[in-house]
C-alpha cells in the first residue's frame, strides 16, 4: 500500500477480475491499493494490485482484484452493466504476466510481457510497434509446447516516457487451436 496516496480515476475497461483505469498519478506495478468504485448511487470497495502502468498525462493502470467485500457485489454487478454500452465486451480479460515472444515475418523476434487474455486474444508489451494490421506469430512458455499461435495486431499505444509499446492482439487460428494455445497459457500462469 502507499500511504497516504489518493488519487481519482476513470474507468477504461472492466471485467469480473479486474479493470483499467485512467488516473492522473499512476502507481507503479506491484503496488497494492483499495478502490472505491463509484456506480450511480452505489459504492463498490475492493482491493486490487497493480499489474501494469503506463506513466503519462493521465496515466493508465491495469488493476487485479485481489478481495471485494461481499455486499459490493452488487454494486460491481451494476458498474459492470453500466460499463458495457452498446458494444459489449464478448470476453472476460484474465490478467496475466508472462513472456511471450512474438515472431513477425520473415523472422524478426521480439521478447515481451502478455499482460491480459481472453477467448478473442491478448496484450502485449513489446520493444517496438509492430503496426496494425500485421499478421504474427505468439509463442508463450507452457507444459503442452504447442507450436506458435497466429495472430493479427489490431492496435499500439507508445508513450514517449515509457521503454515498450503495449500492443492489442486478436487471435487468426480456429476454435481448437485457441483453445489450446488458451489452456496452455493459463496453465503456465497459475503453475508459476
Not at 21 to 37: H, N
Not at 54 to 69: D, K, Q, W, Y
Not at 74 to 102: F, H, K, M, N, Y
Not at 121 to 146: F, H, I, N, S
Amino acid at each position: 500500500m502507499v500511504r497516504d496516496y489518493r488519487t481519482l480515476g476513470i474507468t477504461r475497461n472492466v471485467s469480473q477480475s479486474g479493470l483499467l483505469v485512467e488516473a492522473v498519478l499512476p502507481l507503479p506495478q506491484g503496488t497494492s491499493t483499495d478502490l472505491r468504485l463509484l456506480s450511480g448511487d452505489l459504492i463498490a470497495r475492493a482491493e486490487a494490485v497493480v499489474v501494469w502502468a503506463a506513466e503519462g498525462s493521465p496515466g493508465l493502470i491495469g488493476l487485479r482484484f485481489t478481495r471485494m467485500v461481499e455486499a459490493s457485489s452488487i454494486a460491481w454487478e451494476q458498474l459492470l452493466a453500466g460499463q458495457t454500452g452498446q458494444d459489449p465486451r464478448t470476453s472476460v480479460r484474465i490478467p496475466v504476466d508472462l513472456e511471450v515472444t512474438c515472431v513477425i515475418p520473415p523472422d524478426t523476434r521480439l521478447r515481451g510481457r502478455a499482460e491480459n487474455l481472453s477467448d478473442g486474444g491478448m496484450m502485449v508489451r513489446l520493444p517496438q510497434a509492430v503496426p496494425p494490421q500485421t499478421c504474427v506469430k505468439l509463442k508463450v512458455p507452457g507444459a503442452l509446447g504447442l507450436p506458435p499461435m497466429e495472430a493479427g495486431v489490431m492496435w499500439t499505444r507508445a508513450h514517449p516516457e515509457v521503454p515498450h509499446v503495449v500492443h492489442g492482439l486478436r487471435f487468426l487460428e480456429g476454435d481448437i487451436g485457441k483453445e489450446l494455445f488458451l489452456i496452455d497459457t493459463l496453465l503456465q500462469r497459475f503453475l508459476e
